[in-house]
């Protein structure tokens, strides 16, 4: 069974620009989340879909957003970016067939520098 | 809010030495924990978790008991192999609500291994 994938794993861009992040989830898998990972701050949680609704999100500016599909798929955009901005983004599923935890699965990462 | 405190590394053994990476936690109700291990360019991949007090979580000789007393999940191995050089991660999810959808990670330990 393939795993999270994420696309493009890497990404260049200048502060004012904005950016989209793809995260194709685990077949099956309805739960997608998203976190940000940096040196000064770790990781930090970004938001949760689930069956395209968001169900749960962190603490972060409205530039942040996200969407996700009929078929799971999610993606994340980042409008006028900012330096600190410059982060590995991380996508997780899970089947979130119960109300208790599911476990996360995490796909390798995007990592998003912004100059 | 829930946080979660682990020790800070890096922390460097010899091969075949014993391995503690302290954990403690601050949550509401009855959260699940995990530890997570990240490799080098890699994303966070499930070392082992534990869902309920008392419970032990154990994986490729890692492990990890749940502690509502002293609201600890240490993570330990008894003997380290140059292979488990990474980044750990002790991590907590909420059992209240939309909670579940997010995990609160620590700030990660550094484990190198020497030959």
């Known amino acids: 069974k393939a795993g999270v994938t994420q696309t493009p794993r890497y990404l260049i861009k200048t502060r004012g620009q904005q950016v989209t992040l793809s995260c194709s989830p685990i077949?099956?898998?309805?739960?997608v989340s998203w976190y940000q990972q940096t040196p000064g701050q770790g990781l930090q949680f970004l938001f949760e879909?689930?069956?395209?609704?968001?169900?749960n999100k962190g603490n972060f500016p409205g530039r942040f957003s996200g969407r996700q599909f009929s078929n799971s798929r999610s993606e994340m955009n980042v409008s006028t970016l900012e330096l600190g901005d410059s982060a590995l983004y991380l996508c997780?599923?899970?089947?979130?067939?119960?109300?208790?935890?599911?476990?996360?699965?995490f796909g390798p990462g995007t990592r998003l520098t912004v100059l | 809010g829930d946080s979660v405190t682990q020790m800070e590394g890096p922390v460097t053994l010899s091969e075949e030495a014993f391995l503690t990476i302290n954990c403690t936690y601050t949550?509401?109700?009855?959260?699940?924990l995990f530890w997570y291990v990240q490799y080098p360019g890699e994303g966070l991949q499930l070392l082992l978790k534990?869902?309920?007090?008392?419970d032990k979580g154990s994986n490729k000789g890692f492990e990890a008991t749940y502690r509502k007393e002293t609201t600890s999940f240490h993570l330990e191995k008894g003997s380290v192999q140059v292979s488990d050089s990474a980044v750990y991660f002790c991590?907590?999810?909420?059992?209240?609500?939309?909670?579940?959808?997010?995990?609160?990670f620590g700030k990660g330990t550094k484990l190198s291994v020497k030959p």
């Open positions: 949550a509401t109700g009855y959260p699940s």
């Open positions: 077949s099956g898998h309805r739960s």
């Open positions: 997780a599923s899970s089947l979130k067939v119960t109300n208790f935890y599911n476990e996360q699965f």
């Open positions: 879909y689930f069956s395209e609704t968001q169900r």
């Open positions: 534990a869902t309920k007090a008392d």
């Open positions: 991590a907590l999810s909420g059992d209240y609500g939309g909670s579940q959808g997010n995990l609160i």
